[in-house]
């Protein structure tokens, strides 16, 4: 059974810094690309970053997220920089696509999410 399951969300104050962890397990981890999206109350769920099957990463918030991988551990992290008040949201891990997309449609199998709330 497929299975992606993140972890690492926590209270972070602004300016800090934070990495999430997805576990994956039930397929073959390296022959696919897995994305990090986020949801805000009230809004669209967003692509963050992307890591292919080679490592190469797709960044979409200005370089502060990015997206790597372990295929030794099967799982996937998201590094979080210089985080601000309007990155809290509860953050998602995406699979299984051969190549990284921005469309969370393309995704199909979707981790329970962790929350990241960014406060002083």
């Known amino acids: 059974q497929l299975r992606l399951v993140e972890s690492g969300g926590d209270l972070v104050q602004p300016g800090g810094s934070l990495r999430l962890s997805c576990a994956a397990s039930?397929?073959?981890?390296?022959?696919?690309?897995i994305g990090w999206f986020r949801q805000a109350p009230g809004k669209e769920r967003e692509i963050v970053s992307c890591v292919g099957r080679s490592g190469l990463r797709m960044d979409y918030l200005s370089g502060r997220f990015t997206a790597f991988r372990d295929n030794a551990k099967n799982t996937v992290y998201l590094q979080m920089n210089s985080l601000e008040p309007e990155d809290t949201a509860t953050y998602y891990c995406?699979?299984?696509?051969?190549?990284?997309?921005?469309?969370?449609?393309?995704?199909?199998?979707w981790g329970q999410g962790t929350q990241v709330t960014v406060s002083s």
């Open positions: 995406a699979g299984v696509t051969p190549y990284c997309s921005g469309q969370a449609n393309e995704y199909v199998y």
């Open positions: 039930g397929f073959t981890f390296g022959n696919y690309a």
